[in-house]
């Protein structure tokens, strides 16, 4: 492209995976990230790619290990309920080692819910949701841009580490326009030996699978697993850093409550308060050592959130605990506004 | 204008988000940083809609418009629910057809624009949006009508490039209304 | 003798029932807006009215009661 | 004068969410006509299922339960077993039943659960905005299939009546429509039987309304009702598809 | 001296994990002997499902993707979506195909998939122990309706061909057993067609095998192979259940 | 029953429900806890109970939805993938306030895994799993007798609470056999006057339900549902101590892992080294007050778990990081030897 | 002339080979046990053997070759 | 006996769960704290069986036998995994008839019963586990056959109490064999 256009999140979601090679989509329909299904079915036809409506989202899901188990790219989105459906299947990608991409635009729960915008999925995505010991990467997207190189970063990712990679964005981000730009993409080639494309009578058959009846050969599965991750621990955690050199107060926050953090930030600034804030751009790995690297110099920190308090576990991991880590947060939909985040880093600051 | 916030308010179906995206994009041309956030909700049809566009020179933080600078308030619902929220300076543009109220504000710019009632006298009875924004484009420094085609072109889907014109037009009454 | 009443404000003037209407008395009011901003559909004769409930048995939102 | 024709009891005081001329209003008033006429509003439970009926329980002046996507049979299930005596149904529209809830519904008709569903077939999915449903027809634009439903690429549609009516635990299937007065009474008469049916404990009894969705079929509400005649019946025949109440049981 | 009988080729030389005398065995041969004769060995691709033929994926001579519960259909859908030009097949029992993979099963027939899936329905769970399917017998005794499949209380049996035959978009439905050696034979022949109907690319085919679980049916493997006679085939009668192949595409 | 006798875990888990008075049972077979509803479908009939083997899991938790909302106790069970399967509903019983046991008679994971024993659904099981903000509340046996009595408990705080409890087993427990004990149980009794019961056209309509399209309402019945998780997490923690008074290291473990811990903590003692137990019973809410107790006293503390190290970050969480937390782990199936806790007992505690 | 060989160690003595045989000449061993613990398929009377094949057919195990 | 660490290993098919639940049983009435855990795997039919079962008068700990006091080896590949786990000074109780070699410690009792014979000679060939169960009680200090109606009625479901007798025979057997 070059040029910037005004984008949808949900649409620079599909765009920029089309752009990554991704030629299969699978989707159910959820709010608010409808416009995800309805930009792959206008453009998938167009590219010589496969948009198929799933009749559920474990269907979606199952379809997707289908299109990973051949190697190729392939993609599903959804929303908070339908990604609780797609926990057995997400496991089951973890357990056969299979690449993908899954796309979450929360939305409040639990049940229902609401159609607002939301984040408390954020144990769900970082912490399993299926069961089984595996971890997903889960990238946060923070803007429309971002919405789209998460997604071909996460497409690399997928490959690279032969695992699932989770966008977790919310209804704002999905829905709201911005400039975006999508550079014309070189997709990381990644060899895969173990795909499934027909013996050709050359070769051993390949078998994708997660069934291991001997309980050591599961366990060394995972052990080896288990290796993998700490190397993505260590090389692939992702934060913005915003107004830390000379911060005493952090406040840390991901995708849309961090923007809103931002303009209480600068306000804060202009009050004389030395505030700054770390955004994780990566929820796994947890880029616990951005953290940790302040944690001396900073007196408090104040997790933001739109959840009953998630993350705020994995800040006082990251930092050991050695400071104090408050919560500042709405839930259901609603979103913190400026003046309630600037209030707490006052309260935090000890300034009235 | 450092930053611009706008807030477009209405019923669902008075174009507000399409007026929205008009903003972003003649903000893109300018140079801006922009974002466009619609409400969204079960009642896409009916209901109420609201729409928050931010123009500025800064990378933009939040997305929603709390405190607008600029209010155009399409229904009576809209103007009570968000006159207060406008900045003390601020500019309210109301469409008197529909609104028969008066703005209680006196620290803020008011412009009365029969926009619903223009729009149907001009035969564009779906355009009241548009012709309210002509208004704005002339009242807000820092915009005006230099490059309606090029934001149109963009806003305007391929099939439907014969509306560009009829836009056009709309803007230009709501420019010229005095 | 029969009587057609609506309960204009939940009228969403969607028409079925003009449709409906044996006799073609009911119209969509063109001056009316009710609460919800509908055009809410009116009797125009109700001296012709047959109380067959045709109309409101067409009518998805229960506006119209019919008496006979 | 008497009054000929009003709201029934058991339809709340609420005004509906639905789109003008939307026809999820006209069955939500012949299914409270009949739990008004077979006295059993004390006695029912609804249960909603997702889409645009999902706030079905502001408007029924029953006890209702919200259930998830496409699993109102088996929640249904579960409110009859806990209590036999009640009156249970679903209202369920087409993703929800025909597409999420496949496995649900067919199971619920297998076990000859003594429930009522009552089944929204709008081709369709209105609530989130108009994307192909199972039921949608072959060529139908819609959001997700904006070229025109390709049978060959995404199949062709679910005939619930018609896949339902192999299932030997079924018990009475019935399709109708209320695209004029007269189909209005007869689908009036239909789900007045699957009502009495779980009543007299026949088992399982859906019934198949054929609806509109003037909104996302993109057609003014009359418009909609005519395009149910030319387009929706060719495709979805009327009538009865299974009924063993007469049979011994 | 000729050889006239061997094991083909697609088999790998694992012994099978199968009980004694179960026909899970012979079923696998007959996919194998299918697979040879079409010389598709090194195009196809085989979905597992989670039953006791869970680790097919050990005994054929072709990749594999093993598949959640229920979840095959889905699966095979990805991979030959993924690249058409392969040969795609699911080897399900009746707990994954008729339970929980209803809604899988039912719409991948109905985007008439190209695929190929073999159903083994031997009327229980076999690798969990034996409890009821959807597919057990009325009165039958299982682990988990200890005094009979009561059909009041549990549903009637579902007959999957049966079911599939009005879903307009399968092709080619037939149920088959494997109790005598004609039966054996027939069984190949409408395994081979179901391969050949995909390779000709017409779409959805689904082979039920009749089976048994000598273990869990608590009959030795003879009693086994009578009990198909005698109980399983007047309620699962064999025969070609949906074909139209022959008509125009 | 007053005499002891001996059961199978999976078998104490059904007899126990019963008598709890739950006569509402749906299941769909798994490995390793099929036992639950083979026992169930034997037992129901007999006492006018309701077995019905669902068609899926997902059926079953909404089958327990459906119960649940007339205000009677039920329970589903089920193993690893199967509750992966249940996310969904679970968070529906969550967001409707609805009272439900669900059982996990852990496996290894993840996708189909292995059918031997594990813990690898701790974080599933306590931070979610589900979409949404919500608890469960998750109560961990390591006896047979506690598979029964954890079960009567359960249907208790499920009705007092109106939320769901799930009774965190593994394959171990609910194979193993042991004496039992289930006495005539008088079951709390709870008012439920939100149940539907149809109106009898004396009330107004029972509704249950989680949608909340207005954000700041949703938002409000999950503050409301916080305010009541803070009362459980004060009122309701579990954990036995043992050893513990005077122990330098503190092991901790639940289910089948205290039990082998206990072997090993024997041993250690026997061999002069101080090192105790934290067994917590329930796992959310977890016992923190009972670590932080011994934060001061223990020099290290050291987590038994069969996963990969998920439970850990709860004792972290709950000692404020005041002490390293080591990992003593087995997974996918495996079981840890006494043996090997010992040499972890003695490489903490610098014992050669 | 026909000949049937069994891959005795994989045989699991399920017995459908000898009630397919037309010619009655498969019996499982009752001596012989193989190291899977079952009392393998014989035949008894090689030279009865017709090769039809049925045994084979039959066999789940594919533990049977036959020529002819 | 503190506690007495029992491992039962053969085919499935021959009777381990249950002889393992009578010894779990027998231990109950003696007052003793027990426990019993098989060995589950999908191989329910064939394939290889063991199951643990502790008796103790301390709280049991892990139900798991790694180092068992008590080998009960049922078939040749359990003798060969599990006889070098006994601990010294324990026993191992060996089918000799369905086992050839002999057993190589040095530092345990062993008892060679030819159990699967003695049951066929006595028509009860589905019965060695429990031929093999009645020498253990008798070798075993603190067991015995005193209750062995309680027990056996215990754990022979209802509808099969006339198999009681069978399996007394079977143990009596097993524990007059010399
Ligand atoms: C698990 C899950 N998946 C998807 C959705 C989103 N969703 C809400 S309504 C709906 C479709 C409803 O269509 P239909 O059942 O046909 O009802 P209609 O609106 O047409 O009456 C969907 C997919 C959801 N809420 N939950
Ligand atoms: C989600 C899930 N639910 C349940 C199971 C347990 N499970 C394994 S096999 C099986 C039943 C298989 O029966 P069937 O499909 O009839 O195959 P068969 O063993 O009879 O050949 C079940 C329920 C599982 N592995 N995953
Ligand atoms: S009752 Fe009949 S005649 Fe009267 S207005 Fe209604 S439809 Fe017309
Ligand atoms: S049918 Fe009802 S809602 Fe529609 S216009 Fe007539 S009265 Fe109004
Ligand atoms: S979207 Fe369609 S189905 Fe839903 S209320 Fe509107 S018209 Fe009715
Ligand atoms: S359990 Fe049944 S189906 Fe499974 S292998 Fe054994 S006999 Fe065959
Ligand atoms: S080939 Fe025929 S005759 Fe020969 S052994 Fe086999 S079944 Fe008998
Ligand atoms: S059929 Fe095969 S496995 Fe069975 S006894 Fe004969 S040779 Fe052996
Ligand atoms: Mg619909
Ligand atoms: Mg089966």
Redesign the interface.
Known sequence: MGEKVLMKGNEAIAEAAIRAGCMHYFGYPITPQTEVAAYMSKRMPKVGGVFLQAESEIAAINMVIGVAATGKRVMTSSSSPGISLKGEGISYLAGCDLPAVVVNVQRGGPGLGGIQPSQADYWQTTRGGGHGDYHNIVLAPASVQEMASLTVRGFDLADKYRMVVMILADGTMGQMMEPVEIDNIEPLKVEKPWALTGTGMKRKPNIVNSLYLKPNELEKTNFDRYKKYTKIAETEALAEEYLMEDAEICVTAFGITSRVAKNAIKEARAQGIKVGMIRPITLWPFPKSTYMKHADQCKAFISVEMNMGQMIEDVQLAIECKKPVTLCNRTGGMIPKPEEILAKIKEVGGVK | MATLNILYAGFGGQGILFSGRFLAYEGLLLGKQVSWLPSYGPEMRGGTANCSVILSDDPIGSPIVDKPDILVAMNLPSLDKYEDAVVSGGKIFVDSSLIERKVKRTDVDVYYVPATKIASEHDMPTLANMVITGKLLKEVSGLGIDNLDEVLGKIVSARRQNLVEYNKKAINVGYTFQ | MAKVTFKTDICKGCALCVDACPKNIIELSKTELNVKGHHPAVCIDMDACIGCAACATMCPDCVITVER | ???????PHS?TDK????????????IH?LVAEVIDELEI?????G??S?GCS??A?DY????????????AP??????????PS?IVFTYQGD?DLA??????T??AA????NITIIFINNAI?G???G??A?TTLPGMVT?????GRD?????????IC??L?????ATYLERVTVN??AN??KAKRAIKKAFQNQVEGKGFSLIEVVSTC??NWGL???KS?EFIETDMLPAYPLGVYKDITGEEK
Do not use: W
């Open positions: 004068m008497a009054v000929v024709f009003s709201k339809l005004s509906l969410h639905y789109c003008p001329g939307c026809t999820h209003g006209i008033r509003e004390g006695d029912t439970i249960v909603a997702v999902v706030m329980y029924f002046n029953v006890d209702f339960v919200q259930a998830a996507h496409g699993r088996a929640v249904a299930t579960g409110v009859k077993r806990s209590d009640k993703g597409a999420i809830g496949t496995a649900e067919v199971h297998a076990r000859r659960e999915y609530m989130t905005g994307q192909m199972p959001q997700t299939s904006p070229y049978v060959e690429a995404v199949g062709f549609p679910i005939k018609e896949l009516s192999n299932i030997e635990g004029n007065v209005v009474k003037p909104t003014s509400p009359q009702l």
